[in-house]
């Protein structure tokens, strides 16, 4: 089955830590740009955080994540990890990744208007 999916999403506490993981199953994610998205609670709107081209070399960072939030790609695991710290109440969101088969992807567009998008895993952030 062709799908991304999300995992590491869990209850934190404030100034914590977590690595998110994307991986692809069904294809292999080489040639593939992936990025970020979260939704908060409530919100109908998927907010996009992050993107790694798919040479690894171009990053993207939205301005209420930079310096807390590291984006990273794996050949060898096919697999694109968020690595979070210090992470704060209004972090707590649902987080996606989605695939393009671009060199270099935005995170402007819908969920669902990219190739490849997963299911989501949840983080909480409260003490």
């Known amino acids: 089955q062709v799908q991304l999916v999300e995992s590491g999403g869990t209850l934190v506490q404030p100034g914590g830590s977590l690595r998110l993981s994307c991986t692809a199953s069904?294809?292999?994610?080489?040639?593939?740009?992936v990025g970020w998205f979260r939704q908060a609670p409530g919100q109908e709107e998927h907010e996009g955080i992050s993107?790694?081209?798919?040479?690894?070399?171009?990053?993207y960072y939205v301005d209420s994540v930079k310096g807390r939030f590291t984006i990273a790609r794996y050949k060898s695991k096919n697999t694109v990890y968020l690595k979070m710290s210090n992470l704060k109440p209004e972090d707590t969101a649902r987080y996606y990744c989605?695939?393009?088969?671009?060199?270099?992807?935005?995170?402007?567009?819908?969920?669902?208007?990219?190739?490849?998008w997963g299911e989501g895993t949840q983080v909480t952030v409260s003490s």
């Open positions: 993107s790694i081209s798919s040479n690894g070399e171009s990053k």
């Open positions: 069904g294809f292999n994610l080489e040639g593939y740009s």
């Open positions: 989605v695939a393009d088969q671009v060199a270099i992807m935005t995170v402007m567009k819908e969920v669902t208007e990219y190739d490849y």
